[in-house]
């Protein structure tokens, strides 16, 4: 599958056949992750496979939103080691860089996946922490189970051209006018209109 159909076509998947999934596919997928950029190439990005059937039903039923665990073979616990990172402040922004390239390696290699939200809920952190014994230094970011598909949902198009602007708030990017929909004009002109835009009133001219 090449890259551009592998970012349009991946969803989130919940259910799962039960087989296990070959170590030499867990192992790209962690390739991918780890391929990932991040601040100052600092990869504070560390990972715990969970394998164990009750470690998994206990996240399913502990978790509000994470029914998809209890199916899974396997999930992966994406964490971050957070001592002396030279930017601090990023770990989190890289590690959901690790999460989405682990996820399109996985949907790559037909399987799928769903990011179940971890950080920055304290709680639901806490719950990981404790069942997989993180250390301090080490914080739960997002859990992602994986397994062979047993759903296939349609890839919606989320391809908002009305969100693109260019230079300045105010302007549309005209670049992509063929592409520009009627609808999405429409709507366009409909939220100037909302907001009582004037160009003028950027020192805008025609
Ligand atoms: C930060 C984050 C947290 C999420 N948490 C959950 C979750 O706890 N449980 C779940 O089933 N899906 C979760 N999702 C998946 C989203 O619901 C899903 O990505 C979104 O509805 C778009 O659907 P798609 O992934 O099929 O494109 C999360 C996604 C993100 C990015």
């Known amino acids: 599958m090449d890259g551009m159909k592998a970012l349009l076509t991946r969803r989130s998947i919940r ?19 780890m391929h990932a950029p991040s601040a100052g190439n600092q990869q504070p990005w560390r990972f715990v496979l969970i394998q164990d059937r009750a470690a998994l039903e206990t996240i399913g039923t502990d978790h509000p939103y994470a029914s998809a665990v209890e199916y899974c073979p396997l999930a992966v616990l ?8 030279p930017h601090p402040d990023f770990w989190a922004v890289d590690c959901a860089a690790a999460t989405e390239n682990l996820m399109l390696a996985a949907h790559m290699l037909g399987l799928g996946s769903v990011w179940v939200g971890l950080y920055p ?16 230094d080490i914080e739960p970011f997002a859990l992602i189970p994986l397994g062979h598909p047993l759903e296939c949902p349609e890839p919606p198009d989320r391809y908002r051209p009305e969100w693109i602007r260019a230079e300045r708030w105010f302007d549309a990017w005209t670049f992509g006018r063929a592409d520009l929909t009627a609808k999405a004009e429409q709507a366009e002109a409909e939220r100037k209109k909302s907001v009582g835009f004037k160009r003028t009133d950027f020192g805008l001219h025609d």
């Open 78 to 85: 994406v964490c971050a080691a957070t001592r002396d990172l």
């Open 121 to 136: 809920k304290r709680d639901r952190m806490a719950v990981l922490s404790r069942l997989v014994h993180l250390p301090d």
């Open 15 to 33: 259910v799962f056949r039960p087989e296990p999934i070959e170590p030499e596919i867990v192992r790209s997928i962690l390739e991918a992750a």
